[in-house]
């Protein structure tokens, strides 16, 4: 049972617009969320997290929305640039942002049209 | 410079030769972990340590083994390696509630 979904393999944005990145959980206990960005042969990075207390988290071009309700959050970023081309993983954990029982999605390809 | 190093990069072996894929960090991180990412199935978590001499088996610890016997080493061990094994595997280090550090990763291909 994937408890982390991320159901677009891949999403195709033109510069300068917003992309928007979405992922579902279906685990109440997940209680912190955090998104990372992968380049090609290169380990994923940390680029944002949000705390299930807030709704919002905002770190320049990138923003996370978390709807609880819903078990939906969202990465915009705004605005895209070609670097920001890489795959992105939701990640959510049941322990206060901590390592320990992180699941991931399975990604989303994102590509940016110059 | 603050990292996670994983060797080899790149390995091809046969079906049965034991290898070893190693992992250190220099940050002081009390949590390592190794994923493996495979097409459509994004990361899952092989094995994971809390701290020295604690090792717990994470999604998919079949057919690997690992060992924590430094705070900054966490090799994985493939006894036997099998062609399901074939995969790219990162290796991972974090202080407890905060957000993970990747390795570059190793690719593995067992024929």
């Known amino acids: 049972d994937q408890q982390v979904k991320q159901n677009s393999p891949s999403l195709s944005v033109q510069e300068g617009r917003i992309s928007i990145l979405n992922c579902d959980y279906t685990?109440?206990?997940?209680?912190?969320f955090l998104w990372y960005k992968k380049y090609p042969a290169e380990g994923p990075t940390f680029l944002i997290s949000?705390?299930?207390?807030?709704d919002k988290n905002e770190d320049g071009r990138f923003t996370v929305f978390l709807n609880k309700s819903a078990k939906h959050l969202s990465l915009h970023i705004v605005p895209s640039q070609p670097g920001d081309s890489a795959v992105y993983f939701c990640?959510?954990?049941?322990?206060?942002?901590?390592?320990?029982?992180?699941?991931f999605g399975k990604g989303t390809h994102l590509i940016i049209q110059p | 410079e603050a990292q996670v190093t994983q060797n080899p990069r790149y390995l091809i072996t046969v079906t049965g030769k034991k290898l070893t894929v190693t992992c250190s960090q220099n940050?002081?991180?009390?949590?390592m972990s190794w994923y493996r990412q495979d097409p459509g199935l994004g990361l899952r978590q092989i094995y994971y340590?809390?701290?020295?001499?604690?090792?717990d088996k994470g999604d998919v610890p079949e057919g690997y083994k690992v060992s924590r016997k430094e705070k900054r080493n966490f090799p994985l061990i493939l006894e036997s390696p099998s062609p399901n094994q074939t995969s790219l595997y990162f290796c991972?280090?974090?202080?407890?509630?905060?957000?993970?550090?990747f390795g570059n990763g190793t690719r593995l291909t067992v024929t």
């Open positions: 991972a280090s974090s202080r407890y509630n905060s957000p993970l550090h």
């Open positions: 685990n109440s206990m997940f209680d912190y």
């Open positions: 949000i705390s299930s207390i807030k």
């Open positions: 990640a959510a954990s049941p322990s206060g942002g901590g390592a320990d029982g992180l699941t």
């Open positions: 940050m002081n991180h009390e949590y």
């Open positions: 340590s809390m701290n020295v001499e604690v090792t």
